[in-house]
């Protein structure tokens, strides 16, 4: 079983920063490829960024790009998301996912968090 937990979401103007955290405990970390998603009011959970086992190769969604930046420590367990330039459509409730791959997908996650609300004011 693997087990994920977010942190690090809340409100923030636009143009600042934040940093997601998700800290993944159970089976072997450096197995699983891990992403970020996202969930707006009456939207559909969409992908963020992804990053595989290793760490060398990412991949963002098109409206992220150049913003934020996915990274991740295997020897602590964590995945990060470190959100710049933040604008108020990136206001939404932000999941961590993981699958055990050694791509990056941007879909077919098997374990996911409980999400953390991130809220970009005008």
């Known amino acids: 079983q693997v087990q994920l937990v977010e942190s690090g979401g809340g409100l923030v103007q636009a143009g600042g920063s934040l940093k997601l955290s998700c800290a993944v405990s159970g089976r072997t970390f450096s197995n699983f490829a891990m992403g970020w998603f996202r969930q707006a009011p009456g939207k559909e959970r969409e992908f963020v960024a992804g990053?595989?086992?290793?760490?060398?190769?990412?991949h963002y969604a098109d409206s992220v790009k150049g913003r934020f930046t996915i990274s991740r420590d295997n020897a602590e367990k964590m995945a990060y998301l470190q959100m710049n330039s933040l604008k108020p459509e990136d206001t939404a409730v932000y999941f961590c996912?993981?699958?055990?791959?050694?791509?990056?997908?941007?879909?077919?996650?098997?374990?996911w968090g409980q999400g953390t609300q991130v809220t970009v004011s005008s």
């Open positions: 996912a993981a699958v055990r791959s050694y791509l990056v997908p941007t879909g077919g996650y098997d374990y």
């Open positions: 990053i595989n086992r290793n760490g060398d190769t990412t």
